[in-house]
């Protein structure tokens, strides 16, 4: 998944990005409400975390903004005002979850899975496609007797091919899913991750097909 993290405090910021990124999460942060437009008019987002108070603006403005334009990537706003009123407020605006500072990494890392199952409409955190299912918060793939554990990269991009079986997915898209503006990669890193994938679903009865100049997709066998 790739997430926007709008956070001006640098040691807060740089700690929740170096955790979400140990989660196989591409991550890229922007200080100011002026970097954030910059970095979604150049990528999409899976997730965006919110801080309120900013430099050069509020936090609320870009939440309102961000839902009367009709964009529906979902908002984890990140605040200091632990009063009721506020966090009804928040809600109100658009945000569809709040963390309240301070917080531990395994409560937002929690928030951010609950959001994105919400968005994906799943009841729970696991994915079934054929016999096999994927299990985001155990990190692992399961079919028959068998429980094969995923690095996280290897979990992320699974999760793409499995939020959409039969879907063509290009490198560049992939590319986006799991990399931050900051990463230098190439598409080589695509098929490498994919022949992984692809020696983690043998015994099951799905595969990852490569579709000529197009790019990759996963279909039952």
């Avoid at 609320?60 to 632990?82: D, G, M, N, Y």
């Avoid at 959001?115 to 079934?128: I, M, S, T």
């Avoid at 992984?196 to 996963?218: H, P």
Wanted: hydrophobic residues 40%.
């Amino acid at each position: 998944m790739r997430f926007l993290l709008i956070e001006d405090n640098l040691k807060l910021a740089g700690a929740i990005e170096e955790r979400l990124r140990l989660d196989g999460h591409a991550v890229d942060h922007a200080p100011t409400l002026e970097t954030a437009a910059s970095c979604m008019a150049v990528a999409s987002y899976d997730l965006i975390l919110l801080d309120i108070m900013l430099p050069d603006g509020d936090g609320r403005t870009f939440l309102q903004s961000h839902r009367r334009a009709e964009k529906r990537t979902p908002v984890i706003v990140i605040t200091a005002r632990s009063a009721v009123s506020d966090r009804v407020s928040l809600l109100d605006l658009g945000a569809d979850d709040y963390i309240t500072k301070p917080f531990d990494f395994s409560e937002l890392e929690a928030r951010c899975r609950a959001v994105l199952r919400r968005q994906g409409g799943a009841a729970d955190n696991r994915k079934k496609f054929g016999n096999t299912y994927l299990d985001s918060a155990a990190g692992e793939l399961q079919f028959d007797d068998s429980r094969v554990n995923l690095r996280n990269r290897e979990l992320r991009l699974l999760e793409v091919f499995f939020a959409a079986p039969g879907q063509v997915f290009s490198k560049n898209h992939l590319m986006d899913r799991l990399f931050s503006l900051s990463d230098e990669v190439s598409e080589n890193a695509i098929e490498v991750y994919v022949g992984r994938l692809r020696k983690r679903l043998e015994g099951s009865d799905v595969r990852i097909d490569t579709v000529r100049g197009l790019g990759y997709r996963m279909v039952p066998l």
